[in-house]
Antibody, heavy 125, light 108 residues
Framework: QITLKESSPTRVKPTQTLTLTCTFS??????????VGWIRQPPGKALECLAF???????RYNPSLKSRLTITKDTSKNQVVLTMTNMDPVDTATYFC?????????????????WGQGALVTVSS | EIVLTQSPGTLSLSPGERATLSCRAS???????LAWYQQRPGQAPRLLIY???SRATGIPDRFSGIGSGTDFTLIIDRLEPEDFAVYYC?????????FGQGTKLEIE
């Protein structure tokens, strides 16, 4: 059974760096082909794919946010961490981590077959 | 990037009816890499369909996806009360993966 859970501060100030942690079980990020992604959803708005990390430490980012994002993994803890710098109120959103579907095609993209419950992050001074 | 336009924005139907949701892409979706998700209030999205027409694990056969190129459709037969939610399409044929703005399926 695959599960994922996000943890993060609930509030950050503008210009600060946000650190999100995804703790997962039921799969291993050392297994060939496995990937984990981050997606966000501003209140009442659509979803936006942010980044992927793979079993071989390959990392892919949404070009529009690439300069602000860093994704890493700790396989010993079954965790994936996403940092986003220079936070702004427009970055207020629920942030989800998710398991990338195995039939996703190109490593730059993918669909998501298992999702965490999400973590709401508010950016406000 | 590929822009996905979903229609209608809101669909009002009754339990037992058939729902037809549309997703149109601004350019052709490579290899029909199109997914559909259901999102209930306060919950994470749930994968329904991938590859335009393949049902995800545990998804009832009341849900079906069709389409190719730029036009895709999600059909939900015999609506049940738990089907009333927001539905999103996502293309993953071209980076960055993008989502539509959603269709809200509400009880009439």
């Amino acid at each position: 059974q695959i599960t994922l859970k996000e943890s993060s501060p609930t509030r950050v100030k503008p210009t600060q760096t946000l650190t999100l942690t995804c703790t997962f079980s039921g799969f291993s990020l050392t297994t060939s082909g496995v990937g984990v992604g981050w997606i966000r959803q501003p209140p009442g708005k659509a979803l936006e794919c942010l980044a992927f990390i793979y079993w071989d430490d390959d990392r892919r980012y949404n070009p529009s946010l690439k300069s602000r994002l860093t994704i890493t993994k700790d396989t010993s803890k079954n965790q994936v961490v996403l940092t986003m710098t220079n936070m702004d109120p427009v970055d207020t959103a629920t942030y989800f981590c998710a398991h990338r579907g195995s039939l996703s095609g190109s490593w730059d993209t993918g669909y998501f077959d298992y999702w965490g419950q999400g973590a709401l992050v508010t950016v406000s001074s | 990037e590929i822009v996905l336009t979903q229609s209608p924005g809101t669909l009002s139907l009754s339990p037992g009816e058939r729902a037809t949701l549309s997703c149109r892409a601004s350019q052709g979706v490579s290899s029909n890499y199109l997914a559909w998700y259901q999102q209930r209030p306060g919950q994470a999205p749930r994968l329904l369909i991938y590859g335009a027409a393949s049902r995800a694990t545990g998804i009832p056969d009341r849900f079906s996806g069709i389409g190719s190129g730029t036009d895709f459709t999600l059909i939900i037969d015999r609506l049940e009360p738990e089907d009333f939610a927001v539905y999103y399409c996502q293309q993953y044929g071209l980076s960055p993966a993008t989502f539509g703005q959603g269709t809200k399926l509400e009880i009439e």
